[in-house]
């Protein structure tokens, strides 16, 4: 998988049980955090939730 911020190697399953436009990582995944926005909301200073753009390949 690969972001403007980098790329991350790992196995992949595709499933129903999610929308065909979605890629799910989960964050303790080494590396994950890195790929996606690290923004704040201004108000309460907690991290936006972890959305950008992703390439993934075989």
């Known amino acids: 998988m690969r972001t403007r911020r980098g790329a ?3 196995p992949a399953r595709v499933v ?3 929308r065909p ?3 799910f990582v989960p964050f303790h ?3 994950a955090n890195r790929l996606t ?3 704040l909301d201004p ?3 907690m991290p936006e ?3 950008c753009a ?3 390949s075989a």
């Open 8 to 10: 991350l190697r790992a």
């Open 16 to 18: 129903d049980s999610i």
């Open 21 to 23: 436009d979605t890629v």
């Open 29 to 31: 995944w080494v590396g």
């Open 37 to 39: 926005n690290d923004a």
């Open 43 to 45: 108000a309460s200073r």
């Open 49 to 51: 939730f972890k959305v």
């Open 54 to 56: 992703a390439a993934v």
